[in-house]
Each structure stands twice: as structure tokens, then as C-alpha cells.
Nanobody, 115 residues
């Protein structure tokens, strides 16, 4: 099992940036595919980005070019860099780790984009 703790959320103005972090309780190197989902009130949960153990990334089409996922295996941490934020990016962002179909979730971090 692995525990995940997200951080870095908060209130930001439209056009601003945030970097979310997801710290794992154990090594993620070569073991876990990682990613981020988000859930906004009244909307379905949405896959934001994924990164494989080998570092291959994938993004929701609507977020390409603004969001970047990365992983630092030495720090057991995955990041989500979010730029040019829009009010519609407001949501709770959840980190996950996938090991051979077993999925572990963090508790989520709130991102609010508002002026």
C-alpha cells in the first residue's frame, strides 16, 4: 500500500499559476503509474493527466498546453504545474497511484480560480 498527500492548492486569480504536489509514502520508482483527476461541483470527475513509470505523459485534450505533469522518483513526488488558470479549472484535485490495477487515492486539494 501507498499513502498519498496532495498539497499546493489554493485561491488564484484567472491567468495565474499553481503547482500541485503529491507526496507518496514509499518509493514510486518503477512501480506506480501516477496521475491527477479533478472533481468540480455538479460535474463528473475528470481525468487531468497521467504519467507512466517510464515518464510517458498524457493529458485531457482540453488541458494540453496549460498543464504539465512530472514526477521526481527520488522524492517520491508527482507534480502538476497549472498555468493560465481559468475559473472553470476550479475543482478538488486528486492524485492517484496505480500498481497493476490497484489504485490508491490522496485526500484531494482544493483549487479555486477567481478574481
Amino acid at each position: 500500500q501507498v499513502q498519498l498527500v496532495e498539497s499546493g492548492g489554493g485561491l488564484v486569480q484567472p491567468g495565474g499559476s499553481l503547482r500541485l504536489s503529491c507526496a507518496a509514502s514509499k518509493s514510486i520508482f518503477g512501480i506506480y503509474a501516477m496521475g491527477w483527476y479533478r472533481h468540480a461541483p455538479g460535474k463528473q470527475r475528470e481525468l487531468v493527466a497521467t504519467i507512466t513509470t517510464g515518464g510517458t505523459t498524457n493529458y485531457a485534450d482540453s488541458l494540453k498546453g496549460r498543464f504539465t505533469i512530472s514526477r521526481d522518483n527520488a522524492k517520491n513526488t508527482v507534480y502538476l504545474q497549472m498555468n493560465s488558470l481559468k475559473p472553470e479549472d476550479t475543482a478538488v484535485y486528486f492524485c492517484y497511484a496505480n500498481q497493476d490495477g490497484y489504485v490508491y487515492w490522496g485526500q484531494g486539494t482544493q483549487v479555486t480560480v477567481s478574481s
